[in-house]
C-alpha cells in the first residue's frame, strides 16, 4: 500500500514565507497615542475609537477632517477622542498599548519611533515603513467579520482592489450571521458529543450564511435545525472535489469551502500547490497520486482509507485533479462509498479540456466544423492506444476529439487517426501543464504531431485536441503550424 503523508518539507505542507505575520488586537478599553492632525491621521484615530480604544490625540493644529469626527464622534464609539493641542512628550508614552503618528520628515519620524522603541509600545509612523514595528491593511467589515488585506506597503493599490472584490464575494448578511453564531456557540456546543459533530454542524451553518438569501433565522429556529442534524448525522464523510487544471482561481467558491473544512485531504499528485494553500491548516494532507510510468497507490487501497477515515468521523476531501467525474475514477469510489453507508457528495472542477479551450480562446465546437465535442483516454491500462473504442468513429472531421494522458501515445494517435481517414493536415493542439505558470502550447496538424510532442515532452500532464474548429482566432494556420509556445509567450518553430 502506497499512501504518501506529505512531510514538513513539502510545500504543500507548509506555510509560504510570510512579509507580516497578521495579527487581530484587542483594543477595548486600552489607551493608544495619536500624534498629528493631518487626515490620514484622524482616519487612524478613528480606526482605533472604532475597536473600543481611549485615543489620546497630541497635535497642535488639526485638519477639517479630524475637527469635524471630533466635534461629530459616532454613537457606536465606545471609547473617547480626546485632543491635546499640544505636542507629544516621553511621559506620554505611559501606559499606551500602541502609538501612531504621522510626521512630516524622517527626522521627526525617527524621534517618535525611538521615544516608544524606548517606552516599549509597539509603533506606526503612517507612511514610513522604515519607522513601523506593525501596519495597518486595508479592512473587509463585516464585524465580528473582520477581513484584513497587506502587501506588506509594496502597493497600496492593489491591497484597495483585493478588498472590493471581497467585499463583493462576501454576503451583506455576514454580520448577522456571525452575530447569530456568537449567540449560540455555547448552546449549540452542548447538544453534541463529538467534535466530528459539531464541526458539521458548523459547516452546514457556514454554508446556510453564504448561501441564504432568506430571513436571518431567531436563536431557537436555529437551535432546533441543530438538534435535527444531530440526530441524522454525527459521523464521518467524504467530499469528492475537483481541483481543476492547477490555477488556483479557477476552483469554485463550494470547493474552497470543503477544503476549508476538511479533517483530511487524500490528494492527487498532479495537484497544484496553489490550491492545497487554499486548505484548513489543521487538515492532514496525504499523497495518494497515481501517474503512469511512475510508483502510484492503488485505487483499492485510496477506497479503503477513505472508508477507514470517514468511520472514525472524519470529514475526507478527496481531491482531484480537473472535475472528478472525468477520468478521474469518481465512479469507482462512490460506489464503494455506498457500499459502506458513507455519505458522499460531489463538487465538479473545471476539466482541463474547458481549460486548454479557455487558455487558447477557442471553442471547442463551431457551427461550421464542429458540432460535437469528444473526451478519451489516450492510453489503455496496458500502456497501448485504447482497444474498446470505435476508432472509425473517432476520425469523424465534424467533432473535436481531446485526448487525456496521452503524451507517449501521440504518434500512435495521429497514426491511427490518418489511417481511419481523417486529413493529415487537420489541426491539432498539443499542451501540458495547462493554467500554470509551466504551461506550454504546440500548433500543428496530424502529420506533424510526433514532432509536437517531442517539443512539449512526455513528463507533465498532456492535453491532445484535434479537428477544425482548432483553427479559430488564428491558432492555427499556415502561419502557426509547427509553432510551439511556453507559458511566458516566447514562440519557437
Not at 497635535?59 to 491635546?84: C, G, V, Y
Not at 496521452?406 to 489541426?427: C, D, H, N, Q, Y
Request: net charge neutral.
Amino acid at each position: 500500500m502506497k499512501v504518501l503523508e506529505t512531510p514538513r518539507n513539502d510545500d504543500r505542507a507548509r506555510v509560504a514565507p510570510l512579509a507580516k505575520l497578521p495579527v487581530f488586537w484587542a483594543l477595548e478599553g486600552k489607551t493608544v497615542l495619536v500624534t498629528g492632525g493631518s487626515d490620514a491621521a484622524a482616519w487612524k484615530a478613528e480606526l482605533l475609537a472604532a475597536c473600543g480604544a481611549h485615543v489620546e490625540v497630541y497635535a497642535e493644529e488639526l485638519s477639517e477632517a479630524f475637527r469635524t469626527l471630533l466635534d461629530r464622534r459616532p454613537e457606536h464609539f465606545s471609547a473617547k477622542l480626546t485632543h491635546h493641542p499640544t505636542r507629544w512628550t516621553i511621559e506620554d508614552f505611559a501606559g499606551a498599548a500602541l502609538a501612531i503618528a504621522d510626521c512630516e520628515d524622517d527626522g521627526e519620524a525617527a524621534e517618535f519611533f525611538h521615544a516608544a522603541r524606548t517606552a516599549g509600545v509597539p509603533v506606526n509612523v503612517i507612511d514610513k515603513p522604515a519607522y513601523c514595528q506593525f501596519q495597518f491593511g486595508s479592512i473587509v467589515n463585516r464585524s465580528p467579520v473582520v477581513v484584513a488585506i497587506s502587501t506588506d506597503g509594496a502597493a497600496p493599490f492593489l491591497a484597495q482592489a483585493i478588498r472590493r472584490k471581497i467585499e463583493t464575494m462576501l454576503p451583506r448578511q455576514l454580520k448577522a450571521w456571525a452575530e447569530l453564531a456568537l449567540s449560540i456557540r455555547g448552546r449549540v456546543g452542548a447538544l453534541f458529543d463529538t467534535h466530528a459533530a459539531k464541526r458539521n454542524f458548523w459547516e452546514k451553518f457556514t454554508d446556510m450564511a453564504f448561501e441564504s438569501s432568506a430571513a436571518i433565522p431567531s436563536d431557537e429556529e436555529i437551535l432546533v435545525a441543530a438538534r435535527r442534524f444531530g440526530r441524522v448525522s454525527a459521523g464521518g464523510r467524504v467530499t469528492l472535489v475537483g481541483a481543476g487544471p492547477g490555477d488556483a482561481e479557477l476552483l469554485t467558491l463550494k470547493a474552497v469551502r470543503a477544503l476549508q473544512s476538511a479533517d483530511v485531504i487524500l490528494f492527487d499528485d498532479l495537484v497544484s500547490t496553489e490550491v492545497l494553500e487554499l486548505a484548513r491548516r489543521e487538515a492532514r494532507r496525504m499523497l495518494v497520486g497515481k501517474r503512469g510510468g511512475r510508483e502510484s497507490c492503488r485505487q483499492e487501497d485510496i477506497n479503503d482509507m477513505m472508508v477507514k477515515l470517514a468511520k472514525a468521523g472524519k470529514h475526507v476531501v478527496r481531491l482531484k485533479s480537473g472535475d472528478p467525474m472525468i477520468f478521474g475514477r469518481a465512479g469507482e469510489e462512490i460506489a464503494h462509498l455506498d457500499r459502506e453507508n458513507i455519505p458522499v457528495d460531489v463538487i465538479p472542477g473545471i476539466t482541463a479540456a474547458s481549460a486548454m479551450a479557455a487558455r487558447l480562446g477557442i471553442s471547442l465546437t463551431h457551427r461550421d466544423h464542429s458540432q460535437s465535442v469528444r473526451l478519451i483516454t489516450g492510453h489503455s491500462r496496458h500502456g497501448g492506444l485504447p482497444t474498446n473504442i470505435n476508432w472509425a468513429t473517432v476520425a469523424d472531421p465534424h467533432t473535436t476529439t481531446v485526448f487525456y494522458m496521452g503524451g507517449r501515445t501521440a504518434p500512435l494517435i495521429a497514426a491511427r487517426l490518418i489511417a481511419e481517414g481523417l486529413k493529415s493536415s487537420t489541426p491539432v493542439v498539443i499542451m501540458s501543464d495547462i493554467s500554470r505558470d509551466t504551461q506550454k502550447d504546440w500548433h500543428g496538424t496530424l502529420e506533424t504531431a510526433p514532432a509536437g510532442i517531442a517539443k512539449i515532452g512526455y513528463d507533465n500532464p498532456v492535453l491532445i485536441a484535434v479537428g477544425q474548429a482548432l483553427a479559430a482566432r488564428g491558432a492555427y494556420g499556415e502561419e502557426n503550424a509547427g509553432t510551439f509556445k511556453t507559458s511566458n509567450g516566447m514562440e519557437v518553430r
